[in-house]
């Protein structure tokens, strides 16, 4: 008995193995569909706010590079690093 019961944990093993395929190659497509219908709407709620910026401020947006910011101003002026961590929170 004690043979059998190792057979059938490894008979389980394999059954489980291979009907965990169908469910990760499903959930992929699924996963890629869902993805490609959604895009659009992510790509507004992401143009969206700076939209909203322009028609605010139509002047904001050239004198984006000299934005100080609530501190003030950096020694030395501009900070591209500063700009960039920026540019990725908002996008």
Same mark, same amino acid.
């Given at each position: 008995?004690? =043979?059998?019961?190792?057979? $059938?944990?490894?008979?389980?093993?394999?059954?489980?193995?291979?009907? #965990?395929?169908?469910? #990760? @190659?499903? =959930?992929? @497509?699924? !996963? !890629? $569909?869902?993805?490609?219908?959604?895009? +659009?709407?992510?790509?507004?709620?992401?143009?969206? +706010?700076?939209?909203? !910026? $322009?028609?605010?401020?139509?002047?904001?947006?050239?004198?984006?590079?000299?934005?100080?910011?609530?501190?003030?101003?950096?020694?030395?002026?501009?900070?591209?690093?500063?700009?960039? $961590?920026? !540019?990725?929170?908002?996008?």
């Amino acid at each position: 008995m004690r =043979g059998g019961g190792r057979a $059938r944990s490894e008979i389980e093993y394999l059954v489980r193995s291979l009907a #965990v395929i169908p469910l #990760v @190659t499903h =959930g992929i @497509t699924f !996963s !890629s $569909r869902f993805q490609l219908w959604t895009q +659009p709407v992510w790509i507004v709620l992401h143009v969206l +706010p700076l939209a909203s !910026s $322009r028609g605010r401020a139509p002047n904001s947006f050239p004198r984006l590079d000299r934005f100080t910011g609530r501190f003030g101003d950096f020694p030395g002026g501009f900070d591209l690093s500063c700009l960039a $961590r920026g !540019s990725v929170v908002l996008l």
